[in-house]
Nanobody, 116 residues
């Protein structure tokens, strides 16, 4: 069964932190590069961070130094620790293997809202 379940989003003030989790089915997770993506209102979905099966990580410039992606291969789970959050980080966050397209299977995502 193909499954992606994201959780951990919420409303946070600027400068705050959140930790997102994503439980994936083995068919998506095993051996694949996994990524966190986000889609803000009126914008296209963008890749925020990705992690290789061996642990190498890459980030988009706007989140470098603030976000940390990690994975637990025993649990088929990917995490995104988000610190020093900014209003421009407001979006629905999704996880999926990398690369993925709009035609891939996507979970429901988790809403992150950064506002005072």
């Amino acid at each position: 069964q193909v499954q992606l379940v994201e959780s951990g989003g919420g409303l946070v003030q600027p400068g705050g932190s959140l930790r997102l989790s994503c439980a994936a089915s083995g068919s998506i997770y095993s051996g694949n590069v996994m990524g966190w993506y986000r889609q803000a209102p009126g914008k296209q979905r963008e890749l925020v961070a990705r992690i290789f099966s061996g642990g190498v990580t890459l980030y988009t410039d706007s989140v470098k130094g603030r976000f940390t992606i990690s994975r637990d291969n025993a649990k088929n789970t990917v995490y995104l620790q988000m610190n020093s959050l900014k209003p421009e980080d407001t979006a629905v966050y999704y996880c999926n293997k990398f690369p993925s397209s709009d035609y891939s299977y996507w979970g429901q995502g988790t809403q992150v809202t950064v506002s005072s």
